[in-house]
C-alpha cells in the first residue's frame, strides 16, 4: 500500500486517504490520564506535536487530514486556552468543531451528564473533549459513548493535555526532560494540572519537587513521587524549571490562606525567590494567572524568564497530535 504524505517529510502510518481509515500506532481509544500513557505513547505525542509547531508557524496552516470528522467540545466549567485550542487544532485539520454551550443546554433542565453523553453520541461525533468539576466524570462518560473521550480537566485529577504542551514547551527550551529538576508551587492540594505534570514528568526521568503551604499540600504527597517543600527559598534551590499554580478557589470549601497578599508575600514568585534558582531557569504557568497573588507581574512578562505564551502555542500543536492520533479508533 502507498502511504501517502501528510506533512512535508512526515508520513502517516497507514492512511489510505485523508480522513479514513487511520490506523496509527497509538494504543488508546481516548486521552483520559497521563497515568494511561506510556513513555513510548509520550513521545509519540511529542514528536508529532513538534511538526504541528512548525505547520503552524508558517503561512498555510490549515491540512485537511481528518476532513469529515466533527468534535464537540463540552465545557462544564471555564475555560479560554485548552477550549479555543481544541477548536484552532480542529478547524487547522478540516474538522468541524462543535462549542457546546453547556448552559443554555438541556443540562440546565436536569439533563444528567451521562445523558447528554448519550445524546451526543447519537449524532456520531468522532471526538468529544470534556471538562468537568468532577473527578473521574471524563472515564465515566468515555464508557458511554463510541467515539474518542479527551479529557480537557476533571475535578482535581488529571489534565493530561496541559501536562503534555508543558513537556513540549521544556523539551523545546532545554532539548530534553530527564535529569531536570522541576518545582511545582502553589495550589498543589487541588490542582489537575500538578497530578499530570507530576504522573509524565516522573515518567519522562525528571525529578520533580512540589512546594506549597502545608493547607495546600495533599497528605502522603511523597507517594506521587515527589519532594515536598513548605518554603519557597528550599523548594526553588537550583531547580530548572519553575512551574505556578494559580490558587483554586472555585474547589476551596474552606479557607486555605490568611489573604492573596500574605500568600504573595511568602508563596509568591519574584525575582529575589527565584534567584535561589539556576541561572538560566525558566518560569511556567498553565494559566490563568493571577498577577500578584501567585506571580509577580513583572517576571511573568519577561520574556527571558518566562515561557507561559510559549505554553499556549505549544497546546494547540500538542491538541493537533492528539486528534491526528485518536482518529478513526472507534
Ligand atoms: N490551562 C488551562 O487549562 O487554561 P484554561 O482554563 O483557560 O483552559
Redesign the pocket.
Known amino acids: 500500500m502507498r502511504l501517502p504524505k501528510l506533512h512535508k517529510g512526515r508520513i502517516a502510518p497507514t492512511l489510505e486517504r485523508p480522513g479514513a481509515g487511520v490506523q496509527s500506532s497509538f494504543p488508546h481509544k481516548h486521552l483520559l490520564a497521563i497515568s494511561d500513557l506510556s513513555v513510548k505513547d509520550i513521545e509519540q505525542i511529542l514528536a508529532l506535536s513538534e511538526t504541528y509547531v512548525q505547520t503552524n508557524r508558517s503561512n498555510n496552516k490549515k491540512n485537511p487530514i481528518l476532513k469529515g470528522q466533527t468534535l464537540i467540545n463540552l465545557f462544564f466549567?471555564?475555560?479560554?486556552?485548552?477550549?479555543t485550542s481544541f477548536e484552532l487544532a480542529g478547524k487547522r485539520m478540516g474538522v468541524d468543531v462543535i462549542n457546546m454551550n453547556v448552559e443554555s443546554s438541556s443540562t440546565a433542565k436536569g439533563e444528567t451528564l451521562l445523558d447528554t453523553a448519550m445524546t451526543l453520541n447519537a449524532m456520531h461525533p468522532d471526538f468529544i473533549t470534556v471538562?468537568h468539576a468532577e473527578s473521574g466524570a471524563v472515564q465515566l462518560l468515555s464508557q458511554k459513548v463510541k467515539c474518542a473521550v479527551i479529557n480537557?480537566?476533571d475535578g482535581w485529577h488529571e489534565?493530561p493535555t496541559?501536562a503534555l504542551l508543558d513537556a513540549l514547551t521544556i523539551q523545546k527550551r532545554r532539548g530534553k526532560i530527564k535529569g531536570l529538576t522541576v518545582a511545582i508551587c502553589g495550589d498543589i492540594l487541588h490542582s489537575r494540572?500538578a497530578r499530570s505534570n507530576i504522573a509524565l514528568l516522573n515518567k519522562m526521568g525528571a525529578r520533580v519537587r512540589v512546594v506549597a503551604p502545608p493547607t495546600l499540600m495533599p497528605l502522603y504527597v511523597e507517594t506521587l513521587g515527589v519532594e515536598p517543600f513548605y518554603e519557597m527559598e528550599r523548594g526553588l534551590k537550583n531547580v530548572d524549571v519553575v512551574m505556578m499554580l494559580r490558587l483554586q478557589k472555585e474547589r476551596m470549601t474552606g479557607n486555605y490562606i490568611s489573604s492573596t497578599s500574605e500568600y504573595f508575600h511568602f508563596y509568591g514568585l519574584d525575582r529575589t525567590k527565584l534567584s535561589v534558582a539556576k541561572d538560566d531557569v525558566f518560569v511556567m504557568h498553565?494559566?490563568?494567572m493571577n498577577r500578584g497573588v501567585e506571580i509577580d507581574s513583572e517576571l511573568a512578562d519577561d520574556i527571558n524568564r518566562s515561557v507561559i505564551l510559549d505554553q499556549v502555542e505549544m497546546g494547540v500543536a500538542v491538541r493537533q497530535a492528539v486528534l491526528e492520533l485518536l482518529a478513526h479508533k472507534s
Open positions: 466549567e471555564n475555560s479560554t486556552r485548552t477550549r471538562r480537557a480537566g489534565h496541559q494540572v498553565p494559566g490563568p
